[in-house]
């Protein structure tokens, strides 16, 4: 024990240096940042926001001076009081939404308005989500059922316009199928060309009355139906050019025709009972064959009236010739003769050939004045003979 008192002591330790105050670790640096922005969004009453950044600081503690200890204990209080705040008015604005969500049904609005009123509650509920925090599960649930009762007469309404438009969508496939089976019998049998014309108009019509269908399905349908249609009628389509020419012929024949010739109205009838066999053998589109109707009728009513207007200055021309032997049948009737017999035998010869060149002269009169007139110049006559 005495030897091992004796040992020589161990050598003391080195002596260490001072040291040196510490850098500011980066995690206090941005942990002093978040405290920052949690109080400035505290400040604008960004309460969401505040409550990120306090979940932020919660995840990453580290060493504080009492200072800044006090200071952080003191933006949490306040966030507290305003969350607390915010949830009370939160709640409050729940209930009202709540309470008018489970009004909506007295309301019989539109459906529409209907669809459109439930979903902007949903939106307002999420936006005091973001402001006031989540809500009581009791409170979320009541509301959720409320949403989901007021919206489902609009839900079976759009239910039902589906299930309409896709009913319309397979009749409007069943057509095509129609129209493209007539189109294949039409090219390989030669079908009857008025039959397919009425064929065509059935299937348009029938298509324009289909129903409301999702529009891009019904632009491909519209598409097939309108190729299958094509093909169907491209038979008819090459004769109606036929028949246009026909019409077109029939047309500038009535143009070309005189007014005047004896034989005019005859071939106008023939050509009219020409156009009659053709329209009914074969009808144009209607935009097509009224076209063209209207100018071979206005042909013909040009021949009508031009013959009207001739028919007119004729009977204006025989009045004349009337008006005419009469005056010379009064002449006649009031001629007197003096003189010596011979001079009045040769006054009276003479006074006849002059009345009678003047009466062929004259022409023709209305026929229904003919005989009168006649019986009145051969009166006259007599008398001076």
């Known amino acids: 024990a005495e030897a091992a008192a004796e040992a020589p002591a161990a050598p003391a330790p080195a002596a260490r240096e001072p040291k040196k105050p510490a850098a ?20 604008q009453g960004l309460l969401h926001a505040a409550a990120d950044h306090d979940k932020w600081l919660k995840e990453h503690k580290t060493r504080l001076t009492p200072a800044q200890t006090d200071r952080l204990n003191h933006v949490r209080a ?5 969350g607390d705040w915010a949830r009370w008015g939160g709640n409050v604005s729940r209930e009202e939404l709540v309470r008018a969500v489970e009004e909506l049904p007295a309301l019989g609005l539109a459906m529409s308005e209907l669809a459109k009123k439930v979903g902007s509650m949903r939106e307002r509920w999420k936006s005091l989500d973001a402001v006031s925090g989540h809500a009581p599960k009791s409170l979320w649930e009541r509301f959720d059922s409320a949403c989901t009762a007021a919206y489902a007469p609009a839900a079976a309404h759009f239910k039902q316009l589906a299930d309409e438009r896709h009913a319309n969508a397979a009749k409007a496939q069943a057509l095509i199928d129609e129209t493209r089976n007539m189109a294949a019998a039409a090219v390989a049998e030669g079908a009857d060309l008025k039959n397919v014309a009425a064929a065509g108009q059935r299937l348009r019509q029938m298509w324009g009355r289909l129903g409301t269908i999702d529009r891009k399905e019904k632009r491909k349908l519209d598409q097939a139906f309108d190729k299958a249609l ?23 024949e009535a143009e070309q025709m005189q007014p005047g010739d004896r034989h005019t109205l005859d071939h106008l009838r023939r050509l009219q009972e020409r156009w009659q066999e053709q329209a009914k053998a074969l009808p144009l589109e209607r935009k097509a064959e009224q076209a063209l109707w209207q100018r071979f009728r206005a042909a013909c009513d040009a021949i009508f009236a031009k013959r009207k207007e001739s028919a007119h200055a004729a009977d204006h021309e025989r009045k004349a010739h009337l008006h005419a032997r009469e005056a010379l049948c009064k002449e006649l009737e009031t001629a007197t003769f003096s003189g010596e017999d011979k001079a009045q035998l040769a006054a009276i010869a003479k006074t006849l050939r002059d ?3 003047a009466w062929h002269a004259a022409g023709a009169v209305p026929r229904a004045s003919e005989a009168r007139i006649q019986q009145r110049y051969q009166a006259a006559v007599a008398a001076v003979q």
């Open 24 to 43: 500011p670790k980066e995690t206090d640096k941005k942990f002093l940042e978040t405290l920052d922005a949690m109080e400035a969004a505290l400040e």
């Open 78 to 82: 306040e966030l507290k009081r305003l």
């Open 230 to 252: 094509a093909q169907m009628l491209a038979p008819l389509a090459e004769q109606r050019k036929i028949e246009t020419a026909k019409r077109e012929l029939l047309i500038a």
């Open 355 to 357: 009345a009678a060149a």
